[in-house]
């Protein structure tokens, strides 16, 4: 196992790809907080670690509370004796994004304490303890809309845009104590939340995975997978990268998609647009 003994955080870690990535962490060895707004569904996915024979515990923390930020650092290093692995995966903003215009004020600044600051607090308060445990790892989960625009995300990509660049000045900051930082971009991956909404349209999915060059949308397991492989030994020479885990979505010339997708709709006639 190649994360015996080291002790993570796992914030947004009782569903979807946070809940992935909490289970792959203790499935390779590591102690895990699984952090989560909802005390039952991560208390879940704690009993389901456990079943498998690993170490976790639930820890209630709404990351847009800044104030909740330190005691959730601190919760880690009472139970275990120290830390070395933060990952920062919850998306905590509540309120529709928008435009400049329709989005509101108060969406705005909640959108940047449930994302900026919320990294900004879980370095500041968990490098320290990461340094005095020998040094680690923190991963960041962006999104490939912090790459990519899509219309009236103004809230959701300029938070997902700042978290590439706060992974760089960190990695450049905290590389010579011995603390790693990268960032994870996911394209469209099929958590719990999202396999609901798919049953209602498994047209519309089979035609989102028509996007993709592998032909495929992704799996929270392809996100854990690469969170694990970043915060182990076998990444010990990356640090500052965007590692984008999208099926190739993003590298696609935007002209041959759009007539491709122009062909899948005219031969896919059964395809209902408008129930998401
Ligand atoms: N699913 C995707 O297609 C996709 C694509 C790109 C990026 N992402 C990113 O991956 C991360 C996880 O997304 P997901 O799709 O698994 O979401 P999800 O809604 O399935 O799960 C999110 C988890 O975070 C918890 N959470 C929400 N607000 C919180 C808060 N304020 N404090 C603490 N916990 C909170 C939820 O209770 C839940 O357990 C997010 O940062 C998201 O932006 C997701």
Redesign the pocket.
Known sequence: MTLTDKIAIV?????????AIARRLAADGAKVLV????PE??AENVARIEESGGTASAYE????QPEQMRPMIERAVELWGGLHIVVN????ALEPDGTAITLTETAFDRALD?SQKAVFLSAKYGVPHIQASGGGSIVN?????GQMVAPSCLA?EMT?AAIIAMSRQMALDFGPIGVRVNCI??????????AERWERNPSMLRFFDQHYPVRHT?M?DD?ANGVRFLCSDEAKFITGHTLVIDGGMTIQLQENLVIDTARYFRDHPEIDLDTQ
């Open positions: 914030t947004g870690g009782a569903v979807g790809i946070g809940g952090t989560d707004i909802m569904a991560a923390v709404d990351i847009s995966n919850a998306w905590g449930a989960i962006s999104s490939v809309h959701y997902k971009c996911p394209g469209h991956i099929v958590t719990e939340r999202q992704g929270p996100i």
